[in-house]
């Protein structure tokens, strides 16, 4: 504007010129808002790359024009060209990695493009010369972004275009030598445009793009969010199986019989596996027992041995077993044609024969599941593991059964042992006594065998205390009995007179002398005119000599010795007749011959 | 042998003859003692050697006494001992005739009833005769005994 003030300024000429100028302006200004407005609301590069093309070559008059987008790193773009034969058009995108070397020599140097500047290139400056077509003289190459370069060729301009701007020419330095300075700057306006559009679009596009692969991205997050839901699924029937078979496995590891056993178990794997109904059979064939389990459905007479050995004969021969070897599980294929007519009380969808040697085997039925589904293989392989196990306890359960049957015989054995010992005990000890007795018996007959040679003062003192045992008790018993103590002693003794007066007596008072002794003693020697009066013979002698002597006479008793006191006796016996006076001969007869007294014979 | 024979004779024989005879005299003897004690006590205060107080303690169980071995020397229990007391026996009424004699007391001898034929020297030598078969008995172990048959039985357990 100081410009066109200054022009003003100058005069008429000066004012066309200024009025010129002025056109031109508008016109550039009016072109560059059309651009801008043609290019406002595309997106697309290449579209805007055309747009450009199409509305920068009239005002420059160019008749054709070539534009390239470039990322010079990949030497990737798009070149459009316009004005151009085909054939042509099509070598330039033959060529695009050679323009790339050629005019974007910067793409080496990381990050170093210079921004959104313009460089204006002559033709004789580039290396790639031969590369755009002839008349091409305006070269500008523009950077868009970090990675994006772009290449403006256009030309051969029109000569009109090139009359007008010849008076322009001296004007001043363009950037261009075959442009004025109006068009130079109209270019890098239109260019500036192109740069911001293209940087607006490039812009667009990658947001786009992000926000393409952020949505697929989500997509791939929700793909992978339902997997893992699912294999969290799996995970939790997982960890319920295993906690279901981890109670199992602490509640057989308590139970000793095999029905319990397979109780227990079958109700576990139908919860585990969430199987409305099923089935397990034990058949012994040692035994013929069978030990079955039924659950959720009837039990329909399996547990008979006949139809129990041909559902298991079936369950072989259906599963891939070849013999019968001990521990062996195998699936059954085609449970529900193999085992069908076996008396199963619902469709087998899954079974498992297993044996756990020749004699016991078995079979694991399970029906169909509460989801309906079919048991995956996971679940199969899984089942076949836990059939191992309930294989396991089984044998454990029949080793017990086994051991407690032993254990029961010897405990029964040692009871019988142990009362035998007892037995052998007493036995000894009856003969430890009998030993002891016969040694004593022997011994006594030994020692009565020895004293019956010897003299013994204890056999004297027997027979003495025999003797006088015997004596006294029979003396008790016997009408005869004697007293043991003497009768005088239990008298008050008679009254006594010595032999002088005695004779005093019998001389004076005519004192009758009495002999008590027995009648040898008295025939042998007795006091002259004595008469005889024994205690044996007492009441007849009494009465024959002593009826009519006075009772007052005195009469002397003697006949005493120291076994007997005969005396003592007949004058107690006197006095008993009333004699008033009855004495006792003080020592009697030797008294009296000691004194020199007549006795006679 | 013949030596061996007179020995037998001598021996074992005669004690056992000797012990048949003595044992039956003396069981004799006690019968009539024991069923009449008071006479029997009554021949003991005569001879004048036993105490008043024992009389009849004695009267008791002599009698007794002369059964108990007399049956033992019979049937050849303890002989040897039975033999022993018997001879003591036989040395008291020894004793008591010898002393009675001497003092010349007029009384029966009381052996084997109350009324007896008169004590004599006889009866003395009678007593002595009879000590000597006690002794004789004593010193010679006679066949027929009932304790003899211990040893034999002993044998047949040990074997």
Known sequence: MDTAAGHLAAGPDTGQALRLELERKRLSLRVLLETAQELSGILQPRKIMETFLLTAMGPIGAMGGVAVLARPASCEGMVLSRGLPAREAEALEQHLPDICDAYFPYRDLDGDFPSSKIRAIRRDQAGGDSLLPRGMDILLCFSVDDEHCGLLALGPLLAGTNADAGPDADLGTGLDGALDEDASNLLHSLLHLLIGALRGALAVNSIRQLSVDLGRKNDRLTEALASSQTVQRGLDRRVHQLAAINELAEEMAHLHEVQGILDSFLLTMLGAFSVSCGLALVLDRAKRCVDLAVRGAPDTGLSSYGTADVLVYKAFTASGARSVDPLTVEPVSDPATALAGCGLPFEGRCAMYFALDRDVQGVLVLGETLSGEALEDEDAQMLRAQVGTLLGYVQGARHLAIITALNDDLQRQNEELTRTVTELTEARQTIDLLERAGERVRSFLHAEGLRSRRFSWMDCGIILVAAMLLGFLFNLASPNGVPLVPEHLRRLPAQTVTAQKARELQQSEGALIVDARPQAFFDQQHVRGAANLTPALFDMMYLMRFAQVPLSTPLIVYGGNISRRWDEDVAARLAAREHERVLVLEDGLPAWVARGYPVEP | ?159
């Open chain 2, 1 to 159: 042998m013949r030596k061996n024979i007179w020995r037998d004779v001598l021996g074992r024989w005669l004690a056992l003859a000797f012990r048949l005879y003595l044992g039956g005299v003396f069981v004799y003897a006690s019968v009539y003692k024991i069923g009449y004690a008071a006479e029997f006590a009554e021949t003991i205060a005569s001879y004048q050697i036993v105490p008043a107080l024992a009389v009849n303690a004695v009267a008791l169980v002599l009698p007794w006494l002369e059964l108990i071995c007399g049956a033992l020397l019979v049937a050849g229990v303890r002989v040897r001992t039975v033999s022993a007391m018997l001879g003591a026996l036989l040395v008291v009424f020894c004793l008591a005739v010898a002393v009675n004699l001497l003092r010349e007391t007029p009384i029966d001898c009381g052996c084997f009833h109350t009324l007896d034929e008169r004590m004599t020297w006889m009866t003395l030598v009678r007593d002595l005769t009879w000590l000597g078969m006690a002794i004789h008995v004593f010193f010679f172990d006679s066949p027929l005994a009932l304790e003899r048959r211990f040893p034999s039985t002993l044998k047949e357990i040990e074997t």
